[in-house]
């Protein structure tokens, strides 16, 4: 079982490709999604009725995520989830569209927890605005999820250098977040002053990486030199890139 995820658009055809290009970053998915987009008549719109099948048929026991586009999408799905009686693993989550959709899916297909997969949604915003520019964020405000990481006695580390061109862009992001995902160890990525953990998708593209720059992996648990060795690999690759 996973999260399974439900997008709520006013368009069948963004929501469409929003679910397309989300999966472009996982392989052999078997979270659920479902769109539930455009009204009744077949027009710009969104419907409750629809919505709350969808939710139904993303149900997979650990919970669903749902992720709209505008403001009547959120008062649609309001209603769907009061036919439903509010469930209490059914979450609306205040996240951007897409982002949101590519941060939470890669999280489901991990097996993360409902709320893990909400948290890696949500700080979807934050790691864009971040991109875009960190000087419009207060200091007061998160930017990446940065973590504050003191190499511990079982802390182990490895350099590696990125070989691929264009870096740590979305999808070998998610290739790395998805393998970092599988060992039992906590997953870092050190790069210019700042520690992010391997396993959150916008954090790992938002270091903002090209080929031929140098980062430092590090990692502590039960599987931290496994994990290190098969992240390396894998950057060592390219992502199938080169």
Do not use: W
């Not at 992720?67 to 009686?85: K, N, P, R, Y």
């Amino acid at each position: 079982m996973s999260v399974g995820i439900v997008l709520v658009s006013h368009s069948p055809q963004l929501a469409q490709a929003t679910y397309e290009l989300g999966m472009q970053m996982v392989a052999d998915c078997s979270v659920r999604v479902e769109i539930a987009a455009g009204s009744s008549e077949g027009t710009f719109g969104t419907d409750a009725m629809v919505i709350m099948t969808a939710i139904e048929a993303a149900q997979d026991g650990d919970g669903v995520v749902i992720l709209t586009d505008l403001g009547s999408a959120i008062l649609s799905t309001d209603m769907a989830l009061e036919f439903l009686g509010y469930p209490d693993n059914v979450m609306m989550v205040p996240a951007p569209f897409v982002e949101g959709f590519m941060s939470a899916i890669v999280a489901a297909s991990t097996g993360n927890t409902l709320a893990e997969v909400v948290r890696q949604a949500r700080h979807s915003l934050e790691a864009k605005r971040h991109q875009i520019d960190g000087a419009l964020i207060s200091d007061d405000e998160p930017v990446l999820d940065t973590v504050d990481v003191t190499p511990q006695p079982d802390t182990y580390s490895q350099r590696v250098k990125i070989v691929n061109a264009t870096g740590l862009h979305a999808r070998p992001a998610a290739q790395l977040v998805h393998l970092a995902s599988q060992y039992q160890a906590q997953v870092f990525i050190v790069y210019d002053g700042e520690t992010v953990s391997a396993t959150s998708l916008m954090d790992v593209a938002g270091l903002g990486t090209q080929g031929g720059d140098e980062i430092e992996l590090r990692a502590q648990g039960e599987q931290a030199e496994q994990v290190l060795a098969a992240l390396a690999e894998l950057i060592d690759s390219g992502f199938g890139e080169i």
